[in-house]
């Protein structure tokens, strides 16, 4: 495992307290690079005000069809994402399935590490619906108030302020 030690240690992600020492917890090898692709697909481009470049555009295809033309564009763009933003992986294929009982699209991206010529993979679940129709309530109609409260809010707001 020499080889490693050119992949790096880092944080582990999410962020997590080693109950032993009380310091942040750290990976090393094969998993830095499975938590930096996560970083990746958790990021939204321009979210970084020093790299403005890095991270993917997948929240932009929340409200967006779920047909095979849409699949492969989200396919496609987290090929060049990953591929321009991880220099630690080759032999990169991402797969996208929609899975409309959990109203998700489920991301499966298998890889080489390149230094240890390791193949491991990454299957990210990636949710369009807010939560189920049957955890909200309903109003009259029985249909689902999802953001009731937010625009409840949003209209309060805007008659307290003077434009």
């Known amino acids: 495992m020499a080889n490693d030690k050119f992949l790096g240690t880092g944080m582990k992600f999410p962020p997590q307290i080693d109950p032993a020492t009380g310091r942040f917890m750290m990976v090393s090898g094969n998993q830095v690079v499975k938590e930096a692709l996560y970083i ?28 095979s033309t849409a699949l492969t564009m989200l396919r496609t763009e987290l090929t060049q994402t990953i591929l321009s933003q991880e220099p630690r992986i080759s032999d990169l294929d991402v797969d996208t399935e929609y899975r409309d009982s959990q109203g998700a ?18 299957v990210f679940p990636f949710y369009l619906d807010r939560a189920d129709e049957s955890e909200n309530e309903t109003n009259d109609n029985g249909e689902a108030d999802y953001y009731e409260d937010d625009v409840r809010q949003a209209s309060f707001i805007m008659e307290d302020d003077e434009f």
Not at 46 to 64: L, V, W
Not at 105 to 121: E, G, K, L, P
């Open 40 to 67: 990746i697909l958790m990021t939204q481009v321009t979210e970084r005000f020093a790299r403005p470049d890095f991270g993917s555009n997948i929240m932009s295809y929340t409200f967006m069809d779920t047909g």
């Open 105 to 122: 699209i489920i991301i499966s991206i298998n890889y080489v590490v390149t230094a240890t010529n390791t193949r491991d993979n990454l």
